[in-house]
């Protein structure tokens, strides 16, 4: 399995401030949408999980670098580096770019938990 992705989103007007330019807090929605399309790309499906194994992913950590602003109107890409898979956690790099130029930068970690009680679980077999 490969463990680098990429998508493109486009930056609507519900994403930005009064300036145009893309909220602050709207860039985790962004990594959040390309870790979701990275897992989806490769058949897990978190709802999936969810009501079949009970199992769920959680933030535990994040660390986020603003470099340059994005801004309404524009095709940003998302990529999603796996740098390390651990028994119920996995930590991840990821980047928002604009024509080759990096305006975000996010180092993630990733729980996996039962989704009903919240405690760490083993990471799936087909991860």
């Known amino acids: 399995m490969l463990n680098n992705f990429s998508a493109n989103y486009r930056v609507y007007f519900e994403d930005t401030d009064a300036g145009g330019v893309v909220y602050y807090a709207n860039y985790l929605k962004f990594f959040e949408r390309a870790r979701t399309d990275f897992l989806r790309a490769r058949g897990i499906f978190q709802s999936d999980l969810a ?4 199992l769920a992913f ?5 660390e986020i670098e603003y470099l340059s602003p994005a801004r309404l109107d524009n095709l940003i890409e998302v990529s999603v580096l796996i740098k390390e898979k651990r028994a119920a956690s996995i930590l991840m790099a990821q980047e928002i770019s604009r024509d080759g130029k990096i305006l975000s930068r996010l180092n993630v970690e990733i729980v996996c938990v039962s989704a009903d009680e919240f405690r760490p679980k083993k990471l799936p077999t087909n991860f």
Do not use: F, I, L
Request: proline letters at 0%; one cysteine or more.
């Open 58 to 62: 959680v933030v535990r950590k994040c």
């Open 51 to 54: 009501k079949t194994q009970n």
